[in-house]
């Protein structure tokens, strides 16, 4: 069974349309990336998959393990196993990275009925992963967010997704405002947490990113549909040939 | 235009009448009854502040204030449970003043440290004739003429020149009248060159009575002084209280001030600093957690009459229900205070489209060697924030409350003294969990 189906989507925000009629699936364990022009919804679908307000859904279904969660609070969706990487990660002064990494993992282990994890089993998982994504402990004392470079951010992003393991990780544009190095130390993140279990859709304009998480498949957006599936040479097709093929259509 | 006589208001009628039948009987009479009837006088001829007087724009006590209350007569035994209970686990020397007298009996021994003076007010006034009552900052004030005329007892704290005073000292206000009753303490603390003080004054009392505390209190930093001052408003929500600081900061002194409300129906703190000597620094900040009907004024003027003095005033509100909070700021910069470096910075945090938040910030600058600026923001909580909390598994009303602290937190982090900072942080956070 796929871990994720979009049916028919259809999504606008203050009356105007974003999302056409989109379909999607993702299967367990599958890393898919879409890929798409500016304007072509891709942002948009990440907002809707974790359940921001102000994006009304007029039609269509976001099943995820079979169930609907497009009535749930984006709180309940975490619990449920969805996680969104942000393209522009919030700064949330007065809260320490510490805290809030507890206050999530407790919060989502309280709705699933979980107990909360032991003290030192949480410090080991936070060491062991700020360790690889060169995360030093006084970016873990300082509030979230607050005063990080851009590629701090995403690699607090990139944290947060090992500690709460979510089963359906959305990476919103992670590449954007990275260098190589960056970039690199932020793939290898998230490879890592590759697993038969845990599904990624890796939103991206370039096809950079994709050299270094390699996707099963790709899809292609545009004009808020899904417009061509392929493997992952389509990302190197696009790259030569650009988005011009799929905008035209519109015009 | 010829200055028209407002007819008085029944509470302004009542002041008269409790100051012609009180006069004789009130404390200090052969220290202070001159001063007391030259203050009642330019009270009576100004009357109750109201919105057509500048400086009390938005808190018109005309209006607020619709009867005066009689003067709170002597407290009975001191209550089993305990006073300014959110202070409770602050270890402290308790200097009680309750119904607006200076209660031994409810206050702990004498402070422990040997090079602190405790007396009591008029006692300190008749052997110290070269003390004059009121000549700190912020004489110059309707509320402040009325609490002299009205002054009902106190403390005087002198802390020797070089003193490393160890404990705090915590002058709490209490009402403990079984009516509701008025009383009006005045206090003054000396902090002598080079010593240092942490002062923690608690304005507490029971809830459901209509009391009203009209208190002042005189603060001399001399010269090299630090001194940290605390005030904690935990009121009875429903009463109303004024309380007028004045303060000296000689030259190299460090000065912090910090203003919590948490309590009271109509609360204003007026706070008036002047920088006298180069080389000082003032950090005064508040923070309001108000909800329901609640009315907070924190009305600050800083007064820097000497050059090269830092000050720095960040007050925060959290604004719930209708209530109301307000900050008016105003830095003054004398003509040859030269090199002074004034900010001041006011955020208010709205819960519900009721709640009201006025700032009002103003410079006054005549020197022109100078660094000086403002900041006002009000709104309501970040969505995106809490979008943000939200979408890691956090629940709403959890990520509002971790948000709420947050925010209250930046300013309460401000405190030095941690059992402070740990005893007011725990009360936002139980005020918090009530909402």
Not at chain 1, 46 to 52: H, I
Request: net charge negative; glycine share 10%.
């Amino acid at each position: 069974m796929p871990l994720l189906e979009i049916k028919n989507l259809h999504v606008e925000i203050e009356g105007k349309k974003i999302l056409k009629g989109l379909n999607l699936t993702v299967e367990e364990g599958q890393v898919a990336a879409i890929m798409g022009p500016n304007g072509s919804g891709k942002s948009t679908l990440a907002y809707v998959l974790s359940g921001k307000d102000n994006y009304e859904v007029a039609e269509g279904e976001v099943l995820l393990d079979g169930e609907n969660i497009l009535d749930m609070a984006p709180d309940e969706r975490a619990a449920k196993g969805v996680f969104l990487a942000f393209q522009y990660p919030v700064e949330v002064p007065g809260v320490p990275t510490m805290t809030f990494l507890r206050t999530a993992l407790n919060a989502q282990r309280k709705q699933r009925g979980e107990g909360e994890l032991s003290t030192p089993e949480f410090l080991k998982l936070v060491r062991e992963t700020s360790k690889y994504l060169n995360i030093d402990q006084e970016m873990l004392r300082r509030s979230v967010n607050v005063g990080f470079s851009g590629g701090e951010k995403k690699r607090n992003e990139i944290l947060q997704m090992a500690v709460l393991q979510p089963r359906l990780a959305v990476l919103d544009e992670t590449d954007s405002g990275l260098d190589i190095d960056a970039l690199k130390v932020v793939a290898d993140g998230v490879n890592r947490l590759r697993s038969a279990e845990r599904s990624m859709i890796v939103i991206t304009h370039y096809q950079r990113l994709l050299n270094y998480i390699v996707p099963d498949v790709v899809h292609v957006m545009a004009r808020g549909k899904v417009v061509k599936t392929g493997g992952k040479e389509l990302a190197l097709e696009l790259e030569a040939s650009g988005y011009a093929q799929f905008t035209d259509e519109a015009a | 235009m010829a200055d028209v006589m407002p007819i008085k208001t029944p509470a302004e009628q009542a002041l008269s009448a409790a100051f012609a039948a009180a006069r004789a009987t009130l404390p200090g009479k052969d220290v202070v009854d001159a001063l007391r009837q030259a203050a009642f006088e330019r009270f009576d001829a100004a009357g109750l502040p109201h919105r057509r007087v500048e400086e009390w724009k938005y808190t018109d006590l005309r209006a607020l204030m619709r009867e005066a209350r009689p003067l709170a007569g002597p407290a009975g035994a001191k209550p089993a449970r305990g006073i300014a209970n959110v202070l409770s686990g602050v270890e402290a020397d308790l200097v009680a003043i309750v119904n607006g007298r200076y209660e031994p009996s409810w206050s702990g021994a004498k402070p422990s440290d040997p090079d602190v003076t405790l007396t009591e007010l008029f006692q300190f006034v008749a052997d110290n004739p070269d003390y004059k009552l009121g000549q700190v900052p912020g004489g110059n004030d309707p509320a402040y003429w009325l609490n002299t005329a009205f002054m009902s007892g106190g403390v005087a704290l002198r802390v020797k020149r070089g003193a490393a005073v160890a404990k705090p000292i915590h002058i709490a206000h209490v009402f403990a009248g079984d009516a509701a009753a008025a009383m009006y303490p005045r206090s003054v603390v000396i902090v002598e060159p080079g010593a240092h003080l942490t002062l923690i004054e608690s304005f507490s009392g029971p809830e459901g009575l209509d009391y009203q505390v009209n208190s002042a209190l005189e603060l001399v930093i001399d010269e090299g002084a630090c001194v940290d001052h605390i005030k904690v408003g935990c009121d009875g929500g429903s009463a109303l209280r004024v309380s007028t600081l004045g303060v000296t900061v000689g030259g190299k002194a460090n000065y912090r001030d910090f203003a919590f409300t948490i309590g009271g129906a109509v609360v204003r703190n007026q706070t008036f600093v002047r920088f006298t000597g180069e080389g000082s620094e003032g950090f005064i900040d508040g923070a309001s957690l108000l909800k329901g009907r609640q009315h907070v004024d924190n009305t600050l003027v800083v007064n820097h009459s000497a050059g090269g003095c830092v000050s720095r005033e960040r007050f925060k509100s959290v604004l719930d229900g209708e209530s109301h909070g307000i900050f008016q700021g105003k830095i003054v910069v004398e003509p040859h205070a030269q090199k002074t470096d004034g900010k001041m910075m006011t955020r208010a945090l709205l819960l519900s489209d009721e709640a009201e938040a006025d700032n009002k910030p103003e410079l006054e600058i005549f020197a022109d060697d100078v660094q000086c600026g403002h900041g006002a923001t009000a709104g309501a909580l970040d969505p995106m924030l809490k979008f943000y909390l939200m979408s890691r598994g956090i629940p709403a009303s959890e990520a509002e409350a971790l948000l709420i602290q947050a925010f209250v937190g930046g300013v309460v982090e401000e405190i030095a003294h941690a059992g402070m900072r740990e005893a007011l942080m725990l009360a936002a956070l139980k005020w918090l969990r009530s909402r």
